[in-house]
């Protein structure tokens, strides 16, 4: 099994940035793709960013491609998620999600989720 607990979540002005951070542990994280969602207020979650199990590949959702990082350091079992040039559109509930089966992009390819870490981007 994996557990997941974000953390870095907080309030910020457009044009700020924060960095979140997926701790993670279990038997099988350093070979687990990973990969964060997040979920706006009054819709529905969506994908954000997506790093494989090496790190070699990863893949972002247009609306933060350039601005967002996705990144892994298997030693400290943490996943982050480096967020620049934050906008209003940005403030959502981010999850971490692990163990992907399927598109990487969608929410039922992930066996584990993280509680999630509330981001607000202010104007």
């Known amino acids: 099994q994996v557990q997941l607990v974000e953390s870095g979540g907080g309030l910020v002005q457009a044009g700020g940035s924060l960095r979140l951070s997926c701790a993670a542990s279990?038997?099988?994280?350093?070979?687990?793709?990973m990969a964060w969602f997040r979920q706006p207020p009054g819709k529905e979650r969506e994908f954000v960013a997506h790093i494989s199990w090496s790190g070699r590949f990863t893949y972002y959702a247009d609306s933060v491609k350039g601005r967002f990082t996705i990144s892994r350091d298997n030693a400290k079992n943490t996943v982050y998620l480096q967020m620049n040039s934050l906008k209003p559109e940005d403030t959502a509930v981010y999850y971490c999600?692990?163990?992907?089966?399927?598109?990487?992009?969608?929410?039922?390819?992930?066996?584990?989720w993280g509680q999630g870490t509330q981001v607000t981007v202010s104007s």
């Open positions: 279990g038997r099988t994280f350093s070979s687990t793709a």
């Open positions: 999600a692990a163990d992907v089966s399927g598109s990487y992009d969608l929410t039922s390819s992930y066996r584990y």
